[in-house]
């Protein structure tokens, strides 16, 4: 096979598109992928930081999907993590396999009823996580063949395992999945830490309040895996390195540092790519891990219909989320923490009306003063990701939105690492005083630095508008992307986000099934 000719182009390096090559690769395909950055990884990257190998973007695992990682085989070494709600009166709340408890070893008086609601919770996410590995269901318009039958068993897989929740949650499941986190969780239990660790995972990553419709569907897809989240050792870095070793142990060629110009289409069917070079790479697909729009503006839009161009402009992509990583000259102290639970995830969110009151700025414009953070220290339990002595705080941070009223100038950007830094003081004093350097990456920058539109972390919101067969779109929420030969691959098209790497597997999936690569 010669350099320039392919049976499939992949764009972006990030998970999804290393396993989208992956896997078609190892159906005995020659796949190349495309990456504009030098570095692949996408959104799981590391980075240098005074020496210090921070987590650039996203910074522990929650939603690994299990078939993707045993379909490639792998090779993980990771930690579980704790959560701890931090409270601003010493009572931290830690909460571990879904039971919660004070973090000095006394009894919460929700434990209970927490456990519970979780256990429920994480019942009814594994339930919808079997549409995870495959694309969303559809019916060919009356049509018995065998594609409408494979359709039909997977429905009824879906139904019968909602059945055999019994009648009481089967009820339950159907009330609250359309519902709002706020509701769902002090129905259950009182508002505080445990409430706020809930409804802002509910919320994480989203242009959303725990009161908007449709949280608990969110709160599902954290718990999708179990709820499970781990921290991966030498970084996430190293996560990204492992879907590069299986995709060039399977013959993938990965080119970095290559900019597209655009996809080339002959008789309204995808030729191949041509790049900033002039060069043009030849395939019968290609497969793009980019945003729904940019993958639709680097095919021309004058490719898709009018309709098709409209539904992408109106995506609903608005990214709230920042990310702060610090650098510490010394291990920080969190008041009434054991060493131990200082190295778990670290959550500030006060609770469920503060989830909620963090959100209001932003639908203005703005940015929270007292954001929601979602905090690790990497280095307590992987001392080799920073110099002696010297250790990381890596914060992910709600609410800071992507058009702030202003616009990002660097006073904006200061003031969001002191709302951050401030918050951690309440919980660590002196916190501040031991930052020898820091990043802040606002939704703008990761944006600029990844593709991701608005520079939100799923490429168009989680909303239950733009779930399953509506993922980016009707009529496109299954790869295939109007133009015979492409597909969508990355966090755009079902299932959604986090580093799952299931959407890239089932469009390389749906890629075999449609034959286009002959």
């Known amino acids: 096979m010669s350099n320039n000719r392919f049976d499939a182009i992949v764009i972006g390096a990030g998970h999804n598109g290393l396993t989208a090559a992956a896997t078609l690769a190892g159906q005995g395909k020659s796949v190349c992928v495309l990456e504009r950055d030098e570095r692949i990884g996408g959104m799981s990257k590391t980075a240098d930081l005074d020496g210090a190998q921070v987590p650039e973007i996203a910074?522990?695992?929650?939603?690994?999907?299990?078939?993707?990682?045993?379909?490639?085989?792998?090779?993980?070494?990771?930690?579980?993590?704790?959560?701890?709600?931090?409270?601003?009166?010493?009572?931290?709340?830690?909460?571990?396999?879904?039971?919660?408890a004070f973090a000095d070893g006394r009894a919460h008086p929700d434990a209970q009823a927490f456990s519970t609601l979780y256990a429920r919770m994480t019942k009814f996410a594994g339930l919808l996580g079997q549409l995870a590995d495959g694309p969303p269901p559809a019916l060919s318009g009356g049509i018995l063949d065998a594609a409408t039958l494979g359709e039909l068993a997977k429905l009824g897989k879906l139904g019968w395992g909602l059945k055999r929740l019994g009648k009481k949650d089967m009820r339950e499941f159907l009330r609250v999945i359309l519902s709002n986190a706020f509701?769902?969780?002090?129905?259950?239990?009182?508002?505080?830490?445990?409430a706020g660790a809930l409804t802002a995972d509910a919320?994480?990553?989203?242009?959303?309040?725990?009161?908007?419709?449709?949280?608990?569907?969110?709160?599902?897809y954290r718990l999708?895996?179990?709820?499970?989240?781990?921290?991966?050792?030498?970084?996430?870095?190293?996560?990204?390195?492992?879907?590069?070793?299986?995709?060039?142990?399977?013959?993938?060629?990965?080119?970095?540092?290559?900019?597209?110009?655009?996809?080339?289409?002959a008789d309204d069917r995808v030729q191949g790519v041509l790049l900033s070079d002039g060069n043009t790479l030849?395939?019968?697909?290609?497969?793009?891990?980019?945003?729904?729009?940019?993958?639709?503006?680097?095919?021309?839009?004058?490719?898709?219909?009018?309709?098709?161009?409209?539904?992408?402009?109106?995506?609903?992509?608005?990214?709230?989320?920042?990310?702060?990583?610090?650098?510490?000259?010394?291990?920080?102290?969190?008041?009434?923490?054991?060493?131990?639970q200082t190295a778990g995830r670290l959550l500030v969110a006060p609770s469920a009306r503060d989830v909620e009151r963090a959100f209001n700025p932003a639908k203005y414009g703005d940015?929270?003063?007292?954001?929601?953070?979602?905090?690790?220290?990497?280095?307590?339990?992987?001392?080799?990701?920073?110099?002696?002595?010297?250790?990381?705080?890596?914060?992910?941070?709600?609410?800071?939105?992507?058009?702030?009223?202003g616009g990002w100038t660097k006073k904006a950007r200061a003031q969001l690492l002191e709302n951050v830094i401030q918050s951690l003081e309440h919980y660590a004093p002196g916190i501040g005083a031991l930052v020898a350097n820091s990043q802040v990456l606002t939704p703008a920058d990761i944006e600029a630095m990844t593709g991701a539109p608005g520079g939100h972390w799923h490429h168009a919101e989680m909303g239950i508008d733009q779930i399953l067969t509506v993922r980016p779109a009707n009529l496109v929420s299954r790869y295939a992307f109007g133009v015979g030969g492409l597909y969508l691959c990355g966090a755009s098209a079902h299932p959604g986000g986090d580093v799952m790497g299931a959407a890239g597997r089932n469009a390389a999936t749906q890629v075999i099934k449609d034959g286009v690569l002959g």
């Open 59 to 100: 910074h522990l695992l929650y939603n690994l999907n299990p078939s993707v990682a045993k379909d490639l085989g792998l090779k993980l070494d990771t930690r579980a993590l704790q959560t701890v709600a931090l409270a601003a009166d010493g009572n931290h709340v830690v909460i571990n396999d879904g039971v919660a």
């Open 183 to 194: 509701d769902l969780v002090l129905d259950e239990i009182s508002d505080g830490p445990l």
């Open 203 to 220: 919320v994480r990553g989203g242009y959303a309040g725990p009161r908007s419709p449709g949280t608990v569907f969110s709160l599902m």
């Open 224 to 265: 999708g895996n179990g709820g499970k989240v781990t921290l991966p050792m030498g970084g996430m870095g190293a996560v990204a390195n492992a879907f590069e070793s299986v995709a060039r142990e399977r013959g993938v060629d990965i080119r970095t540092g290559v900019q597209i110009e655009r996809v080339v289409i």
């Open 282 to 340: 030849h395939a019968n697909a290609v497969l793009s891990s980019a945003g729904a729009m940019q993958t639709m503006q680097i095919a021309d839009v004058a490719n898709f219909d009018v309709e098709a161009t409209r539904r992408m402009r109106n995506l609903r992509n608005k990214g709230t989320t920042a990310k702060v990583n610090l650098v510490l000259r010394s291990a920080p102290t969190f008041s009434g923490l054991t060493a131990e």
């Open 367 to 405: 940015m929270s003063p007292a954001p929601l953070i979602e905090a690790v220290v990497p280095s307590l339990t992987d001392p080799s990701l920073a110099p002696a002595g010297t250790h990381i705080v890596s914060a992910v941070v709600s609410y800071a939105p992507y058009a702030l009223d």
